[in-house]
């Protein structure tokens, strides 16, 4: 395989991340089996995580935790919209939701 891009997209990240990693994490990735490269596209490397890995069942998980644990430390709260609320939306940016 060809040397990866410094920065490499994950097609399906398990995390809360913004979905790139470091070259060297991919290749990490690919040596354990926890990825599969899926391809160059606009010159950036993409990777697909093997959703059956233990590693990246164990990672999704706890994401899906800090997920929970987020919107239970702040439900009731105030929150600042960003305006996108896709096609059924009716908020404008900077609206304050209750």
């Given at each position: ?50 959703e059956t890995h233990p590693q990246n069942q164990n ?16 439900r009731g709260g105030v ?20």
């Open positions: 395989m060809p040397k990866l891009s410094s920065r490499v997209k994950i097609v399906n990240s398990v995390s809360n991340g913004s979905g790139y990693i470091r070259r060297r994490d991919a290749e990490f990735f690919l040596a354990q089996g926890r990825a599969v490269h899926v391809g160059k596209f606009a010159g950036q490397d993409h990777l697909r995580l093997v990672a999704a998980l706890q994401a899906a935790r800090d997920d929970q644990k987020a919107f239970d430390d702040n929150v600042f919209w960003n305006g996108d609320t896709g096609s059924r939306g009716t908020h404008q940016p900077s609206e304050v939701v209750c």
